[in-house]
C-alpha cells in the first residue's frame, strides 16, 4: 500500500453565512495521481487554496507526510514542497520576461542568489529543465509571444523543476494539444516512480483514462464518492460530483433554414487545400480538431481578428470582409473568445457590467446608463444560465472559473446576432455547468448561425447539429450529429480519414 503523502482530515472553510468546505477527509497517497471531479461550486478550488496557502481553513488538519502543514502564503507552501499549477495560465507565468527568467524566477528571487546574475549559468539550467520536458523553443524568447499551450508548458515546468511532494494541477490539459498532453503524461508518470503524490483536477474522460489512479467526487463542500477499483468508473464519479446521472440522449438536430454565412476559398495554413463552407440560420455547428488544426484561425478570419483578402464571404447574401472586430459586431458577427481571463473578463467590472459589454449602448439614454436595464439584463442571464452568485453587483472576480466562463457567454447569447462564433465555450468548466451553458446555447440558436470551435470530440459531438472537423489546416469531415456518422467522425478526427467526397458533406 502507497504511503500517504498529505493527509486531510476534517477540513472546514466558511466565508460569512456560506460553508464551502463541509469536513473534508481526504488521503493523497505518494507515487499515485487523484483525480479530482465536482461541479462549479463544489469546494475544489478552495480545498486547492488551502493546500497551497492562500486560505487558511476555520477547523481541522492537514499533515504533510507525518508532519502539521500549516502554509500561511502560496511561497510558505512552495518551500514545503506543495506546488500549484493554476489553470489559469497568466497566473504561472510572468508574459513580459523571456521564457529563461520564467523558469528560474524562484531561484532569482532566492536570498542568497547574490547581487550579480550569471547569465549563462541561469540559460544553461532554464536549457536542462526545457529540455526535461521536451520544450523545444529558444529560451530567450518572450513568453508574451507564446500561444496559450506553450505558456502552459512553461509553467508546468517551472512547478516540475522544485522536485514537489505535492504536485497539484488545475486543468492542465486544457491548452494542451495531444502530442504536448502525452508529454504531460510521461513527466507525470516519472513523478510518480519517484514517490510525487499529484492531485490532478480534470473532468476529461481522456485525461482520466490516461493518467488516473482514483477519482475523488466533490459535491456541496464535501467528498461526495471515491473510485479506486479498475477500471475506474467514470459514469459513477459524474453521477457522485452531481448527485443524478447524465442522460446520453441523441441531439435532436434542429431543421436548418436560410444560408446565413457563405465561405469561399479559405486556405488556413501554406500546405493545405482551399475549401468553401456554408453556415444556415437555427443550425448549431461544431469546428472540431486536435490543436494546431486551424480552427482559431478560421474564427479569427471570419471575425476580422486575421482577414485574409483571397477568402471570400458573405452574410445574408451580402459581401463581408471584416477588417477588424468592431467591423464584425457591427454586421451581427459576435465572438465570444477563448482563455477568459486575458481575453473576455474584465476583473474591475461586476457581473452585470460584464454582462452589457460591449454593448453599453443599449442600456443607455443621452449618454446616460441605465441602471435598470443593467440589473435586468444580468438578472436575466444568471437565471438562464444558472449563474451561482450573491447577486448581479458581485465582483466577477469571485465567481468560480465555470461561472465566470458562464457570464463571458451569456454577454453575447444575451443580443440578437446572425452568427455567434463561439470559441471553446466549455473550456475548464465541469459537466454540469457544460450542460447548463449548451443547453442555453441551442435554446437561443433560432434565428441565428451558431459556430462552436472546440477540441474535445464529446464536446463538439454533445450540442451540434453538424460536426466540421478539421486536422493541419485542412477540411477533412463534415457530417450531420448522427449516431450512425460518429464512426466517420472520430476517424475523422485522428486524421485518419482522408480524400473525402466533399459532396458527401453534411450528410
Known amino acids: 500500500m502507497s504511503k500517504i503523502a498529505c493527509q486531510i482530515s476534517g477540513i472546514v472553510k466558511s466565508f460569512g453565512p456560506n460553508k464551502v468546505l463541509r469536513e473534508i477527509n481526504l488521503d493523497l497517497p505518494a507515487g499515485m495521481v487523484t483525480v479530482l471531479m465536482g461541479a462549479n461550486g463544489a469546494g475544489k478550488s478552495t480545498l486547492v487554496k488551502i493546500l497551497c496557502g492562500v486560505h487558511q481553513a476555520d477547523a481541522g488538519t492537514v499533515n504533510l507526510f507525518g508532519e502539521r502543514f500549516e502554509p500561511v502564503s502560496p511561497a510558505d507552501a512552495f518551500k514545503s514542497g506543495v506546488v500549484t499549477v493554476h489553470q489559469s495560465i497568466n497566473n504561472g507565468v510572468i508574459p513580459d520576461l523571456d521564457v529563461v527568467s520564467n523558469l528560474m524566477i524562484d531561484k532569482l528571487a532566492e536570498q542568497n542568489s547574490g547581487f550579480f546574475i550569471n547569465s549563462e549559468k541561469l540559460k544553461r539550467n532554464a536549457d536542462e529543465i526545457a529540455s526535461a520536458m521536451n520544450i523545444n523553443m529558444d529560451t530567450s524568447t518572450l513568453v508574451r509571444d507564446l500561444g496559450p499551450a506553450?505558456?502552459?508548458?512553461?509553467?508546468?515546468?517551472?512547478?516540475?523543476?522544485?522536485?514537489?511532494k505535492l504536485?497539484?494541477?488545475?486543468?492542465?490539459t486544457s491548452s494542451l494539444s495531444e502530442n504536448e498532453a502525452k508529454r504531460l503524461f510521461k513527466l507525470l508518470q516519472r513523478l510518480k516512480e519517484q514517490g510525487v503524490a499529484i492531485l490532478y483536477i480534470s473532468h476529461r474522460m481522456s485525461d482520466i483514462n490516461n493518467i488516473a489512479d482514483r477519482i475523488v467526487a466533490m459535491r456541496d463542500g464535501t467528498i461526495s464518492g471515491l473510485f479506486e477499483e479498475?477500471?475506474?468508473?467514470?459514469?459513477?464519479?459524474?453521477t457522485a460530483m452531481l448527485g443524478q446521472k447524465l442522460s446520453q440522449n441523441e441531439i435532436k438536430i434542429n431543421e436548418r433554414e436560410k444560408e446565413i454565412l457563405n465561405l469561399k476559398d479559405v486556405k488556413l495554413a501554406n500546405d493545405s487545400k482551399p475549401f468553401n463552407l456554408s453556415f444556415f440560420e437555427n443550425e448549431i455547428v461544431s469546428i472540431t480538431g486536435l490543436i494546431g488544426s486551424g480552427k482559431t484561425a478560421l474564427a479569427s478570419q471570419i471575425f476580422g481578428?486575421?482577414?485574409?483578402?483571397?477568402?471570400?464571404?458573405?452574410?445574408?447574401?451580402?459581401?463581408?470582409?471584416?477588417?477588424s472586430p468592431e467591423h464584425a459586431i457591427s454586421a451581427g458577427v459576435f465572438m465570444c473568445p477563448k482563455d477568459r481571463a486575458s481575453n473576455a473578463v474584465v476583473s474591475e467590472f461586476d457581473i452585470s457590467n460584464n454582462l452589457a459589454l460591449p454593448f453599453f449602448k443599449r442600456h443607455s439614454r443621452?449618454?446616460?446608463i441605465r441602471n435598470k436595464s443593467l440589473t435586468q439584463n444580468a438578472r436575466n442571464s444568471i437565471n438562464e444560465l444558472g449563474i451561482v452568485c450573491q447577486s448581479e453587483m458581485d465582483s466577477v472576480t469571485t465567481l468560480s472559473g465555470g461561472n465566470q466562463q458562464k457570464v463571458m457567454v451569456g454577454r453575447w447569447l444575451a443580443e440578437d446576432s446572425s452568427v455567434l462564433l463561439l470559441d471553446e465555450p466549455f473550456q475548464g468548466v465541469d459537466i454540469k455547468a457544460r450542460r447548463d451553458i449548451g443547453h442555453q446555447i441551442r435554446s437561443t440558436s433560432r434565428q441565428r448561425a451558431t459556430i462552436i470551435f472546440v477540441a474535445e470530440l464529446d464536446e463538439a459531438l454533445e450540442i451540434a447539429d453538424r460536426v466540421i472537423v478539421l486536422h493541419e489546416g485542412n477540411l477533412v469531415g463534415d457530417y450531420q450529429n448522427k449516431s450512425k456518422n460518429i464512426p466517420k467522425i472520430v476517424s475523422s478526427f485522428s486524421g485518419s480519414a482522408n480524400n473525402l467526397d466533399s459532396a458527401n458533406y453534411g450528410t
Open 150 to 164: 506553450d505558456k502552459q508548458m512553461i509553467a508546468i515546468a517551472r512547478a516540475m523543476a522544485h522536485a514537489p
Open 167 to 172: 504536485l497539484i494541477l488545475d486543468e492542465p
Open 230 to 238: 479498475k477500471p475506474l468508473n467514470y459514469e459513477g464519479a459524474v
Open 305 to 323: 481578428l486575421n482577414p485574409d483578402p483571397k477568402v471570400t464571404m458573405t452574410l445574408n447574401g451580402n459581401s463581408y470582409s471584416p477588417q
Open 366 to 368: 443621452l449618454s446616460f
